[in-house]
């Protein structure tokens, strides 16, 4: 099971922010400071288990099945609707 992790940033974090929002950097500095916050970022990412990802891409795919069922059903039920309205084509 996935970790739970509060995403709240540490005084740290806002400090830092807040003195670089201070003192504006030249933009390799902006660049240098986005990468760092990127990889922070991303150490921060928890990967999904073996079966958590089965289990996610079985409701994704059932939720599509569901989608494609009702698109389908409205399409012929408009498609009724027109036929019924306009008549039959010659």
Same mark, same amino acid.
């Given at each position: 099971?996935?970790? *739970?992790?509060?995403?709240? #940033?540490? /005084?740290?974090?806002?400090?830092? =922010? *807040? *003195?670089?929002?201070? =003192?504006?950097?030249?933009?390799? +500095?902006?660049? +240098?400071?986005?990468?760092?916050?990127?990889? @922070? /970022?991303?150490? &921060?990412?928890?990967?999904?288990?073996? &079966? /958590?990802?089965?289990?996610?891409? @079985?409701?994704?795919?059932?939720?599509?099945?569901?989608?494609? =069922?009702?698109?389908?059903?409205?399409?012929?039920?408009?498609?009724? @609707?027109?036929?019924?309205?306009? @008549?039959? #084509?010659?």
């Amino acid at each position: 099971m996935a970790r *739970k992790v509060i995403d709240e #940033p540490s /005084e740290d974090v806002v400090a830092n =922010a *807040k *003195k670089d929002r201070a =003192a504006r950097r030249n933009p390799f +500095a902006r660049i +240098a400071l986005f990468i760092r916050q990127v990889i @922070g /970022e991303l150490k &921060k990412v928890v990967t999904p288990t073996r &079966k /958590e990802l089965f289990s996610y891409t @079985g409701v994704v795919l059932v939720f599509v099945v569901i989608m494609m =069922a009702l698109v389908s059903l409205l399409d012929w039920v408009f498609g009724l @609707g027109v036929v019924w309205v306009f @008549g039959h #084509p010659k």
